[in-house]
């Protein structure tokens, strides 16, 4: 049974860098063929895909600003990191690290993500 579970960054400083690392167990990242990835809902608003690192090591990003956005991974740990540098209190939500057979498309749920974190709340402070 895969299971993933996020680190806990809680409180960040505006302007500062926030990281958070999804650590896997039950399985490996380099498993073909999953995207291992990101997703955040903010307080009030709908689920946003941040990026995903697939099986190869291959970075997507989402929507937003790609800028700002750091994804890697420790094949040797079994984890993946998101980094999202200059964050404002606009990058306050729940983070999620999840298990997908695809991209995240347009108007994705969270439920069609069997295999992910119990979300991780982060909040930027000003």
């Known amino acids: 049974q895969v299971q993933l579970q996020e680190s806990d960054p809680g409180l960040v400083k505006d302007s500062q860098t926030l990281s958070v690392t999804c650590t896997v167990s039950?399985?490996?990242?380099?498993?073909?063929?999953?995207?291992w990835t990101w997703i955040r809902q903010p307080p009030g608003k709908g689920l946003e895909w941040v990026g995903s690192i697939d099986w190869r090591g291959s970075i997507y990003y989402g929507p937003g600003d790609k800028s700002r956005t750091s994804i890697s991974r420790d094949i040797f740990k079994n984890q993946f990191t998101l980094q999202l540098s200059s964050v404002t209190p606009e990058d306050t939500a729940v983070y999620y690290c999840?298990?997908?057979?695809?991209?995240?498309?347009?108007?994705?749920?969270?439920?069609?993500?069997?295999?992910r974190g119990q979300g991780t709340q982060v909040t930027v402070s000003s």
């Open positions: 999840a298990r997908g057979e695809l991209l995240p498309s347009r108007g994705f749920t969270i439920d069609e993500y069997a295999y």
């Open positions: 039950g399985g490996s990242i380099t498993t073909s063929p999953y995207y």
